[in-house]
C-alpha cells in the first residue's frame, strides 16, 4: 500500500495561502509560479508547495509552464459566464428552499441575518479579500438554511473560479453596494417565507454577477 502523506495539513495551509494569492491577484494571472521562490516565501519546503500545485492544477487555477513549472491560468470570459448560469440555478433552488425552511430553522435563519449585517458594514475601505469572504458567506448561509447537503457539495468545487471572478467585479466601488443591495432584497424574501421571489431574485441576481464579470474581463483582455 502506498504509505500515508505525513503533512496534510501543511499542505492545506499552503493550498489556501497561494489559492489566495491567486484570488487577490498578488499572483495575477499568466505568472509563472517557481516552486523554489514561493517556498522559501512561504518558509517550507518545496514537498507541500508542489503537492498544492497539482491540487491547484487539477482545478484548472494554475497551467504546466516549461519543465515542471507551472503558470496560473486566465480567466475565460466566456466560461465564467457559464459557470454563473449554473449558479444561478443552483442559487435559485436554494433561495427556493430556504424560504420554506426559515421560520422553522432558528439557527439557519440568524446565520442567514448575521451575514446581512456583516455586509452592510463594507465601505470604499473594505479591503478586496474581506468583500469575497463577505460575499461567500452570505450565499453559504442561504445554502446551509435550504436544508440541502448537495447543493454545497455541487458548488464547493466551483467556489475558487467565483472567487476569482468576484475579485473582477468587487473591485468597482459601485458594484459593491448594488451587490448587496441584491442580497438584502434575496434574504428579505427568504426571512418572509416568500418562496418563488426568493427564487427569482437569487436567479437574478447570479446572472447580473455573471453578466457584468464577462463584459469586465473582455474589457481587459480588449485593453491588454
Not at 435559485?92 to 424560504?99: E, G, I, P, V, W
Not at 470604499?124 to 450565499?139: G, M, N, S
Not at 418563488?196 to 457584468?212: N, P, Q, S, Y
Request: cysteine-free.
Amino acid at each position: 500500500m502506498i504509505p500515508l502523506d505525513p503533512l496534510p495539513n501543511l499542505i492545506d495551509q499552503v493550498y489556501a495561502r497561494i489559492l489566495e494569492a491567486i484570488t487577490e491577484r498578488t499572483l495575477p494571472p499568466g505568472h509563472r509560479i517557481r516552486q523554489n521562490e514561493l517556498a522559501e516565501k512561504l518558509g517550507v519546503s518545496r514537498q507541500p508547495v508542489s503537492h498544492a500545485l497539482h491540487l491547484l492544477h487539477r482545478q484548472g487555477l494554475v497551467a504546466e509552464s516549461g519543465r515542471r513549472g507551472f503558470e496560473v491560468t486566465g480567466l475565460d470570459p466566456l466560461r465564467i459566464r457559464q459557470l454563473y448560469e449554473v449558479r444561478g440555478a443552483i442559487d435559485a433552488l436554494a433561495a427556493k428552499l430556504a424560504a420554506g425552511r426559515a421560520k422553522t430553522d432558528a439557527a439557519g435563519r440568524a446565520k442567514l441575518e448575521a451575514a446581512l449585517r456583516a455586509g452592510r458594514t463594507i465601505d470604499e475601505k473594505t479591503p478586496l479579500a474581506r468583500l469575497i469572504a463577505l460575499d461567500v458567506e452570505f450565499h453559504s448561509a442561504i445554502y446551509r438554511l435550504a436544508g440541502n447537503p448537495a447543493i454545497e457539495e455541487m458548488i464547493a468545487p466551483q467556489w475558487p473560479h467565483m472567487r476569482r471572478s468576484m475579485a473582477t467585479v468587487l473591485a468597482e466601488l459601485d458594484y459593491r453596494d448594488s451587490a448587496w443591495s441584491e442580497h438584502a432584497a434575496i434574504a428579505a424574501h427568504i426571512l418572509a417565507g416568500q418562496a418563488k421571489a426568493a427564487e427569482a431574485a437569487a436567479l437574478a441576481h447570479a446572472l447580473t454577477a455573471g453578466r457584468k464579470t464577462e463584459e469586465r474581463l473582455r474589457a481587459t483582455d480588449e485593453a491588454a
